[in-house]
């Protein structure tokens, strides 16, 4: 048995799934893209669309020969966490899309998957080495019970933000629907976000669950713990901003969007600061993919501010 799963382990690295479905990724972005600018476009969408779920085929397959050979839930380090993240919010856009052939969301989906994996894939140390587990996380329960479900959140909260992002791009180069795009966005943005509320506070009860069990103490304000607090508060409050009308639905997309840059330190900044108890990702090369998507984010939530262009 061990020699066999070293024999698929080689062909899994000689094969490359994550670099496959970064590349279908690619080919189904660019194909909604283009087809946004055509009017006869029902065959380009049904190219795109096979791509999309080929590539998000081929990724869950990468996820699950990793968790085969690790014999591991998929989320065990930060650059699981990051491909992981990357496939829930593809899953989730695909399966918006085929229900509900909306192209804004379909191509989120496919950002969404090919960002996950080109940060993956330039994290220190040449990717993944699927190193040994740390002794506090060597339980497959509670990695499967909290971990995963916290970066469902995640996934949620990005893929959130993500489309609020492209709704006020949209809109500054004229590609929106006006006022009436932007209310139908904000509806199916806050729809997901109820989504990642949910998951992103049952994740952060149950580490703390993990925690007391572990360390004798549910809360102990360590930098990952602030963290998911912090984003399950932005959450909170861009949900309740929507829902009392304290903000237009302008508004609430920008605070949606800029939720990406809070889920993300929650999640990724504090990993790469080296400190608490919950360091065990990378802690060093990661910064500039850190800072240049919160630069893109910040840039995104700005365009809200300039007025709409012309077509």
């Known amino acids: 048995m061990d020699s066999f799963k070293l024999h698929f382990e080689h062909c899994i690295n000689a094969l490359e799934p994550f670099f496959g479905g970064f590349l279908l990724y690619d080919m189904s972005l660019v194909c909604f893209v283009v087809s946004l600018f055509l009017k006869r476009r ?23 020969a990793r968790m085969y050979i690790q014999s591991r839930p998929p ?13 829930v919010a593809s899953l989730f856009g695909g399966t918006l899309y085929i229900l509900r052939r909306q192209l804004p969301v379909a ?10 994996l080109l940060v993956a894939m330039n994290l220190p140390y040449s990717g993944d080495t699927m190193g040994m587990m740390r002794a506090v996380l060597n339980s497959n329960f509670w990695l499967t019970m909290h971990v995963m479900t916290i970066m469902i959140g995640y996934g949620s909260v990005f893929f959130a933000g993500f489309l609020a992002s492209y709704h006020l791009v949209a ?6 629907q006006g006022e009436k795009g932007l209310k139908a966005g904000s509806c199916g943005v806050y729809r997901i976000l109820l989504v990642a509320l949910f998951f992103c506070f049952l994740g952060t009860m149950l580490g703390g669950i993990w925690a007391d069990m572990s360390w004798g103490r549910f809360w ?22 929507r829902l009392l009308h ?26 790469l600061m080296g400190i ?24 995104a939530a ?6 709409q262009r012309s077509r």
């Open 276 to 299: 608490g108890l919950h360091s065990y990702g990378f802690v060093e090369g990661g910064w500039f993919w850190f800072f240049l998507f919160v630069g893109l984010q910040v840039l």
């Open 75 to 87: 989320v065990t380090n930060l650059y699981s966490s990051v491909v992981f993240a990357g496939v």
């Open 42 to 64: 029902k065959a380009l969408l049904h190219f795109a669309t096979v791509f999309l779920c080929m590539a998000v085929l081929w990724h869950l397959f990468g996820i699950a």
């Open 220 to 241: 102990g304000w360590d930098p990952k713990e602030n963290g998911a607090l912090m984003t399950l508060l932005w959450c909170s409050c861009t949900l309740h901003a």
């Open 107 to 116: 191509a989120v989906a496919c950002a969404s998957g090919l960002l996950s």
């Open 246 to 271: 304290v903000c237009s639905c302008q508004g609430f997309l920008v605070l949606a969007s800029l939720g990406n840059i809070v889920a993300a330190w929650g999640w990724f900044g504090v990993n």
């Open 171 to 176: 809109r500054f180069f004229g590609f929106g």
């Open 302 to 307: 700005a365009s809200a501010l300039i007025p």
